[in-house]
């Protein structure tokens, strides 16, 4: 598996990534206008989760071009495109097992949502993440189930409405199982120093 990371670190590959993580960053907030439109101000940041986490990588990438970490971002973007990404995933895939049908729009979430846990996930051996970044980025997904399944703020998938107590609950322990992944992947003393080849 050693031989990715040189692939993973190539400057061309690196840019590519970035333009692709700003394009999806922002379909993503436009994909959310129309919840953002009646969304209560406060909690507004709290509203489009996987734009939110694709931006936590755009930072990421930067800062890699750089040469540089931003550990607080890296496990903010680990965490959150790990768990964003499969929840879309898993959403898209009840969709289909209620209706018995999904248009284009949900087979593009699903490869586009497989893309952002993926990506969090191959570049964990060059996090520089500590406890501290961990223990933010917990209080971060954690407050947002808060936000999202007590004050109703989730992201709105009408089909599923009946089933939003099983979704919150799942989702909960999706946001545990993220930050326990993040916690094995980027905190063992064996890392990758990311250097970059053009």
Same mark, same amino acid.
């Given at each position: 598996?050693?031989?990715?990371?040189?692939?993973?670190?190539?400057?061309?590959?690196?840019?590519?990534?970035?333009?692709?993580?700003?394009?999806?960053?922002?379909?993503?907030?436009?994909?959310?206008?129309?919840?953002?439109?009646?969304?209560?101000?406060?909690?507004?940041?709290?509203?489009?989760?996987?734009?939110?986490?694709?931006?936590?990588?755009?930072?990421?990438?930067?800062?890699?071009?750089?040469?540089?970490?931003?550990?607080?971002?890296?496990?903010?973007?680990?965490?959150?495109?790990?768990?964003?990404?499969?929840?879309?995933?898993?959403?898209?895939?009840?969709?289909?097992?209620?209706?018995?049908?999904?248009?284009?729009?949900?087979?593009?979430?699903?490869?586009?949502?497989?893309?952002?846990?993926?990506?969090?996930?191959?570049?964990?051996?060059?996090?520089?993440?500590?406890?501290?970044?961990?223990?933010?980025?917990?209080?971060?997904?954690?407050?947002?189930?808060?936000?999202?399944?007590?004050?109703?703020?989730?992201?709105?998938?009408?089909?599923?409405?009946?089933?939003?107590?099983?979704?919150?609950?799942?989702?909960?322990?999706?946001?545990? $199982?993220?930050?326990?992944? $993040?916690?094995?992947?980027?905190?063992?003393?064996?890392?990758?120093?990311?250097?970059?080849?053009?």
């Amino acid at each position: 598996m050693k031989w990715i990371y040189p692939v993973l670190a190539n400057r061309t590959v690196l840019w590519g990534l970035l333009l692709i993580n700003i394009a999806g960053t922002i379909y993503g907030y436009y994909w959310y206008k129309w919840q953002l439109v009646d969304t209560p101000a406060v909690f507004v940041p709290f509203v489009p989760d996987s734009p939110t986490a694709s931006l936590f990588f755009v930072f990421v990438l930067i800062a890699f071009l750089l040469n540089k970490n931003w550990p607080l971002f890296e496990a903010l973007a680990m965490v959150t495109l790990f768990k964003y990404g499969i929840w879309a995933v898993v959403m898209n895939l009840l969709v289909y097992i209620v209706k018995g049908e999904l248009d284009f729009v949900a087979y593009m979430l699903i490869f586009s949502h497989l893309g952002m846990a993926i990506q969090g996930v191959l570049y964990a051996p060059f996090y520089r993440i500590k406890m501290r970044h961990l223990v933010i980025t917990g209080i971060w997904v954690l407050h947002n189930e808060i936000i999202d399944y007590v004050f109703f703020q989730m992201p709105r998938y009408p089909v599923l409405q009946l089933y939003s107590q099983e979704i919150g609950y799942f989702t909960f322990w999706l946001s545990i $199982a993220s930050l326990f992944l $993040a916690y094995f992947l980027c905190m063992r003393p064996r890392r990758f120093t990311l250097e970059l080849k053009s």
